[in-house]
Nanobody, 125 residues
Framework: QVQLVESGGGLVQAGGSLRLSCAAS????????MGWFRQAPGLEREFVAA????????YYQDSVKGRFTISRDYAKGTVDLQMNSLKPEDTAVYYC??????????????????WGQGTQVTVSS
């Protein structure tokens, strides 16, 4: 089993920054995607960003390109999400997720089976 624990959420004004961190343990995959998703009240969960653990290939939702940066740290076993120029519409519970890479025919925005507990991000205007 893969266990994921998020941290770093909080309250910030529009235009500010936050850095989320996901600590992963129990990984046994040959390679895997580490992803960030978010969900606002009453809305569907949506993909934000992902990274392959081995090669560090990065993928982003269009609405966060140029503002968010995903990264991973082999030594610490963490995946981070640096969020800059935050907007009120970024307000949501942010979840860390993991899945096997398997086939490249399956996009990195879907197919995740392991999830963290979530961390709240609130952006005020």
């Amino acid at each position: 089993q893969v266990q994921l624990v998020e941290s770093g959420g909080g309250l910030v004004q529009a235009g500010g920054s936050l850095r989320l961190s996901c600590a992963a343990s129990g990984r046994t995959f040959s390679d895997y995607y580490m992803g960030w998703f978010r969900q606002a009240p009453g809305l569907e969960r949506e993909f934000v960003a992902a990274i392959t653990w081995n090669a560090g290939n990065k993928y982003y939702q269009d609405s966060v390109k140029g503002r968010f940066t995903i990264s991973r740290d082999y030594a610490k076993g963490t995946v981070d999400l640096q969020m800059n120029s935050l907007k009120p519409e970024d307000t949501a519970v942010y979840y860390c997720a993991a899945r096997r890479v398997l086939s490249r025919s399956i996009p990195p925005s879907t197919g995740y089976g392991f999830w963290g507990q979530g961390t709240q991000v609130t952006v005020s205007s």
